[in-house]
């Protein structure tokens, strides 16, 4: 039961295969047994208990509400949560706990879903692998699966199997770790830059960041305010589209979100003739640093649609060169205005200085964020300076404005939807990552994923294949915006297309073929057979079943 999709698991309960209190028992002890991967901050066993029982007499007396009823779910620690500790991992906010639940979450908990914890990220969700938060680094699951140890062991320099596991991605690692590990259904993700996108795939998720102002911010703790969007994390494109369809709607409490009707739920057609496609190729995308798997999975995707009868044309992005510094430009100094409000006096961390406010002030803010936080906060003050305004940000603003163009003529090209990679390459160890500071990283791990934050579209990663260490690789569609239907629609067909076509090595083929199911699900299974079974003994193969 906790290998399938949420849909599977949906139409169960509803057949009474299995009781909600019975599925949220199976996640809440794969969590524990999951402990080791430190995707959870915060477990809500107590609640998601209750929620199981009140969805349970629904049930029985046949009021369900809908495809999400008790189904666990799992969301990232930068959503307010009422009544449930929201750290953001971070020292500024460690022992907070909101009155009040972010609009995103209210929703999922209307349509009956249960929480089962909040999810581990950077601090501030500031980072591109999930590793500068201060509960720990969250650990890949495909760090354990059999595949990827074989691997390693044929590597001459390979070092001990402890410190060979694998970085997730960031921000939204905790919550792709959850979801890759059967933990949970569904997870919510924050994404500003990619830090949906990027996770998803480096753990073999779908991960889809909806249109700017679609699905609502309020109670998402602001890291950019004009680029930050709840993303969604699920094993394939219809569990994406059928958590999209209970989140998506005008909030009286977000001004940002759009107040034009909106087509719910997001039903997805099953396309079956793509000859009327015109999938994009941006030519600025295709970079020295892309590993040679990426490249070459990305150019079969591409035969791969116009073998089935779509048009497949090279377009240009000119300012794509542009795009990485005009959004570190432009996130730094949102983050410098968004964090002033972290002062010690209304909620959140305070130290004991008390000579004067100032020193206060200052003491609280070095005891409550690490480096990484005050490195952006005081960059993106050095660019808001009077001085430097001109400059930097307002001409920022200009050549976000040239970014948002660049996609605007393309799809007015005739294109619908544009294909990219991802990431660079397949997920790294923990150890070759850290070499590179957190900037140096964000800046080569957000490339492909942040100029869509600054236009305001909609992506999402669709997992293609192992790579040859047997780890997920995963490319991104981009649509235009408020078409996000339309985008998930094409990511569907691609999805049940690629298992057939891009598997490299006869064996996966055979086992994809075999599964009948997306290329979402295969991996996951062979993930957490792999390391539940061998860390934990045999006991866990029936939960999985």
Not at 32 to 47: C, G, H
Not at 208 to 229: A, E, Q, T, W
Request: proline share 5%.
């Amino acid at each position: 039961m906790l290998g399938r999709t949420l849909q599977e698991v949906s139409a169960a309960l509803k057949q009474g295969q299995i009781t909600p209190t019975e599925l949220c028992q199976k996640c809440l002890s794969l969590i524990k047994k999951t402990k080791f991967l430190n995707a959870y901050i915060t477990v809500s066993e107590e609640v998601a208990l209750k929620q199981a029982e009140e969805s349970e007499k629904r049930y029985k007396n046949g009021q369900s509400l809908g495809d999400l009823d008790g189904i666990p779910v799992a969301v990232k620690d930068n959503f307010s949560t009422s009544g449930i500790e929201t750290t953001c991992a971070s020292n500024m906010l460690k022992g907070y706990i909101p009155p009040y639940n972010a609009t995103v979450v209210q929703k999922l908990l209307d349509q009956g879903a249960l929480l089962m914890g909040k999810t581990n990220l950077d601090e501030f969700a500031m980072g591109s692998g999930s590793t500068d938060g201060i509960f720990g680094p969250v650990k890949n699951p495909w760090s354990y699966s059999k595949q990827y140890r074989e691997k390693r062991k044929q590597n001459p320099h390979s070092k001990n199997e402890d410190s060979d596991w694998l970085i997730t991605g960031g921000s939204s690692g905790g919550s792709a770790a959850a979801v890759s590990a059967f933990t949970c259904y569904a997870a919510l993700g924050s994404d500003t830059g990619g830090s949906t996108r990027n996770p998803a795939a480096h753990c073999g998720l779908v991960g889809f960041k909806p249109s700017y102002g679609l699905v609502s911010r309020h109670g998402l703790i602001p890291l950019v305010n004009s680029m930050d969007v709840p993303g969604i994390l699920t094993r394939c494109v219809d569990d994406a589209a059928i958590v999209l369809g209970a989140l998506a709607g005008p909030d009286p409490k977000d001004s940002t979100t759009v107040h034009d009707p909106i087509n719910k739920p997001f039903m997805l057609p099953s396309l079956a003739d793509v000859s009327k496609l015109c999938i994009g190729i941006p030519k600025e995308y295709l970079i020295p640093e892309l590993s040679s798997e990426v490249r070459s999975l990305w150019s079969k995707a591409a035969d791969l649609f116009e073998s089935e009868g779509a048009k497949v044309l090279e377009v240009s992005l000119p300012h794509t060169s542009y795009s990485i510094v005009c959004y570190h430009v432009l996130c730094t100094s949102e983050v410098a205005s968004n964090m002033a409000r972290f002062d010690g006096l209304q909620y959140g961390h305070r130290c004991d200085i008390n000579v004067s406010t100032e020193a206060m002030y200052a003491a609280t803010r070095r005891e409550g964020f690490n480096d990484v936080v005050r490195g952006r906060i005081l960059s993106g003050n050095f660019f808001l300076l009077k001085e430097n305004y001109e400059n930097y940000f307002v001409k920022a603003q200009k050549v976000r404005r040239l970014i948002a163009n660049d996609f605007v003529n393309a799809f007015n090209s005739g294109v619908d939807v544009l294909l990219t990679p991802t990431t660079l390459s397949e997920a790294v160890p923990y150890l070759e990552f850290i070499k590179e500071d957190n900037r140096t990283r964000s800046a080569q791990d957000d490339i492909f994923t942040q100029a869509v934050n600054m236009a305001g579209l909609p992506a999402v990663s669709i997992p293609v294949a192992l790579s040859n260490q047997g780890l997920p690789i995963g490319l991104q569609f981009i649509g235009r915006a408020f078409c996000d239907q339309q985008l998930l629609t094409v990511a569907k067909w691609f999805e049940k297309q690629v298992m057939h076509v891009l598997c490299k090595k006869g064996e996966k083929e055979k086992h994809y073929k075999r599964k009948k199911k997306s290329l979402v699900t295969s991996p996951s299974d062979i993930t957490l057979r792999n390391n539940i079974e061998e860390l934990h003994g045999q006991n866990t193969k029936k939960e999985i079943k």
